[in-house]
């Protein structure tokens, strides 16, 4: 079995590779260990409505409900309001994860990309030390994948960059430990996505509720996996939801737990080798959100590869464009924001109640984390010296 | 008596793939949606059990 490409993974990051490489002529294959795409979903389903400038999903039937915005809880319930100016100006979507990723598969195959389901990497092909593809189990059996150019979109696992000796293992205080149910028998009278910060209910991270429709939401929690006890994660969500009326008489139709890397975006690039997505540790270390940069990314690396194909060439120095064009633009945005979530991390409960206290009332010019950074600072000058690393990233 | 390695409650395991993120040792890989630990690679330093927000790894002496 050969071919010019082996996306391993078949989540938002792998479909888009596989998409753009297969448009620049590129012969590819996307091996997905599950047996569904997108199913189980392992996501809190929300997205900035910035996915849509990607055009790279066709129709709405990935989208659950439109968002007005966003609301920060913090520790002593006091309340800062990112929303769109006018009302029904939509900031953000609420999807159905399973489809969203169909949808993205579809439209890699629809470029000429081939899919197999159930299959999975068991290790990295080498000759002669040269990585020449993967070799991949299916229903027991063993064979190998040749292929020019590996492409890792294993998500948080990321074994593919493991197995070629690059450094993807997580430290615990880069990982958010995740659980979440998806409640029904809810109720909402508003489009606004949650966000409940403290130390006892989230050590590291946050709880959500994300409405999925008028009576049902997604509520999850995510901790730090370094602040930590075994299955904390579950017995905080339960607490989170049975302290809140409106939520305890919720009932669930889905539970997942899920793992979300909060780290710095790592080296992704080797001879005959990419990584992308949460392998390639391609995600906001503030809110945990990935599918924006790994859309971005995706393409960014499915272009690259076209190119590398056209030239025959597949040495690191033929792929590390893809890597250098990210470090202009995403990774600028995800290393501000892993100083930042720092930041937030060293703050006790009083400090981020004082916080959101100064915010109440503040107008927010856009819903970014951006723009929370830059009102926090107007407020608190005395925050530019603890912000100072930011500052000096911003203007990179 | 044996030491102490980690071990998976395949009835809790969500397949989330945090431990094996974490794992210091590459001794877990995910296997049938579930997460398997390799006895001869697990060196028992807890940071999987920890890592899991369902509770589903404890360690076991063998």
């Avoid at chain 1, 990314?297 to 190119?307: Q, R």
């Avoid at chain 1, 930041?343 to 503040?362: C, F, P, R, V």
């Amino acid at each position: 079995m050969k071919y010019d490409v082996v996306v391993v993974g078949s989540g938002p990051a792998g479909s888009v590779t596989a998409r753009f490489a297969a448009e620049s002529g590129a012969n590819v294959l996307i091996i997905e260990r599950r047996q569904e795409v997108g199913v189980p979903v392992l996501c809190g389903e929300g997205v900035s409505k910035g996915v849509d400038e990607f055009k790279v999903l066709e129709g709405k039937r990935w989208l659950a409900n439109n968002m007005d915005g966003a609301r920060i809880i913090s520790p002593d319930g006091t309340m800062v309001k990112l929303a769109a100016d006018m009302a029904g100006d939509e900031t953000g979507y609420v999807l159905y994860r399973d489809i969203f990723d169909q949808e993205l598969a579809r439209g890699a195959i629809r470029a000429g990309a081939e899919l197999m389901l159930n299959t999975c990497a068991v290790n990295i092909l080498k000759e002669n030390g040269k990585i020449n593809g993967v070799k991949a189990k299916q229903f027991g059996e063993e064979f190998d994948i040749e292929a020019d150019i590996v492409v890792g979109a294993d998500g948080v696992e990321s074994k593919i960059g493991r197995w070629a000796g690059m450094k993807t293992t997580l430290k615990p205080y880069d990982l958010e430990t995740c659980a979440q149910y998806t409640l029904s028998n809810v109720e909402f009278d508003r489009a606004y996505c949650d966000f409940y910060l403290g130390k006892k209910i989230a050590p590291g991270g946050y709880a959500w509720i994300f409405p999925k429709g008028k009576d049902i939401a997604n509520v999850g929690i995510g901790i730090l996996a370094s602040l930590s006890e075994p299955g904390m994660s579950l017995k905080l969500l339960d607490k989170f939801i049975n302290s809140r009326p409106e939520l305890k008489k919720g009932e669930p139709l889905r539970f997942l737990a899920g793992a979300v890397p909060v780290a710095e975006p790592i080296e992704s690039v080797r001879d005959n080798l990419l990584l992308v997505g949460d392998a390639a540790r391609q995600v906001d270390p503030i809110t945990g959100g990935g599918l924006m940069a790994s859309i971005e990314a995706g393409k960014t690396a499915g272009e690259t590869i076209g190119k590398a194909i056209d030239e025959q060439r597949f040495d690191k120095e033929m792929l590390l464009p893809y890597e250098e064009k990210l470090k202009n633009t995403l990774y600028k945005k995800l290393k501000r924001n892993y100083v930042v979530k720092e930041i937030i991390l060293g703050m006790e409960d009083k400090t981020l109640n004082m916080l959101a206290d100064s915010l109440k009332d503040y107008k927010f010019d856009e819903l970014s984390t951006l723009s929370l950074v830059k009102a926090l600072v107007l407020k608190h000058p005395s925050l530019l010296i603890k912000l100072k690393p930011l500052l000096k990233l911003s203007r990179l | 008596m044996g030491k102490p390695k980690a071990l998976v409650d395949k009835g809790k395991c969500l397949a989330c793939g945090g431990c094996i993120s974490v794992c210091p040792q590459d001794a877990i890989t995910m296997c049938s949606s579930k997460a398997i630990v390799s006895k001869e690679n697990c060196i028992d330093c807890g940071i999987c059990i920890h890592a899991c927000p369902v509770g589903a790894i404890s360690n076991e002496v063998y």
